[in-house]
């Protein structure tokens, strides 16, 4: 009887403790040291992209959305310096694993304190908003489609998983604001993703190819393509954004922040 008088009170005060640490209102504004400069005017200027659309962010919405920019270009470098295809499938099938279960915390040999924190607080969001589902499968596609880029040595082959990884990248945000890839944010956001996928391809190659990230020295004939289609397909987008003007403007200041390097 004593035994459970003293288990009682501590089991309770442990589940509120472990209920206030999964709580939503935990989730602080994320910290931009260390973020490039790419990202962090993909969070200042998204508003030009929605309000085309009519749609209004609200701050708790506008929070979740800057947690998950932080997020991709921390996991995005952290995956890019391993060097081993099994480091990185270990890695990110841990992150997989950890964002479908109940565990609090992940840790990974792989990873470092920092990154594991910020995807804490994702998997906050992700448990708040109830979009699991939705998330991880477009986390596991961009997985798939980044891991597929470095082994190929065909063009088309590559363009198309640069095409896929772009895809699967704007459904994490697209979740997060509760829009379908099918409404007419959704489907320009995500030919937006495709284009930019592309258009950094064109900047990075060189580089990418120095790295590891794909496997074969960029030619000028897939520079040629790359160029094709980032006109192509950036005009028609220009063409049906609701404002031509603010768009041009827009995609304008993100070439200029690509050139300099994100």
Not at 171 to 192: D, M, N, R, V, Y
Not at 206 to 229: H, M, N, S, V
Not at 248 to 261: D, E, S, V
Request: with cysteine.
């Amino acid at each position: 009887m004593l035994i459970y008088q003293f288990y009682l009170p501590y089991t309770i005060f442990g589940t509120v403790l472990r209920e206030k640490a999964w709580s939503i209102d935990t989730v602080q504004p994320p910290s931009w040291e260390g973020v490039r400069g790419i990202y962090k005017k993909l969070s200042e200027e998204f508003h030009v992209l929605t309000k085309a659309y009519n749609i209004n962010i609200d701050a708790q919405t506008k929070l979740h959305l800057d947690h998950l920019i932080v997020v991709i270009d921390e996991v995005d470098y952290c995956i890019d310096e391993l060097p081993k295809h099994a480091q990185r499938v270990s890695v990110t099938d841990s992150l997989l694993e950890y964002l479908s279960n109940n565990q609090e915390n992940w840790e990974h040999n792989g990873v470092p304190y920092t990154l594991a924190a910020k995807i804490k607080n994702i998997k906050k969001i992700v448990n708040h908003e109830r979009i699991q589902l939705e998330f991880i499968g477009a986390a596991r596609a961009i997985f798939y489609n980044t891991e597929a880029k470095r082994h190929t040595k065909d063009h088309n082959e590559l363009i198309e998983y640069i095409l896929k990884e772009g895809e699967a990248t704007a459904g994490l945000p697209l979740s997060i604001l509760k829009l379908s890839a099918k409404e007419p944010f959704g489907q320009f956001f995500t030919k937006l993703c495709m284009i930019m996928g592309l258009a950094d391809l064109i900047i990075d190659a060189r580089e990418d190819y120095k790295t590891g990230c794909i496997a074969f020295r960029p030619t000028f004939k897939l520079y040629c393509k790359l160029i094709y289609l980032v006109t192509k397909e950036g005009a028609n987008l220009l063409w049906h954004f609701p404002r031509k003007f603010s768009f041009l403007l827009y995609c304008i200041r993100f070439t200029f922040a690509l050139i300099k390097g994100g």
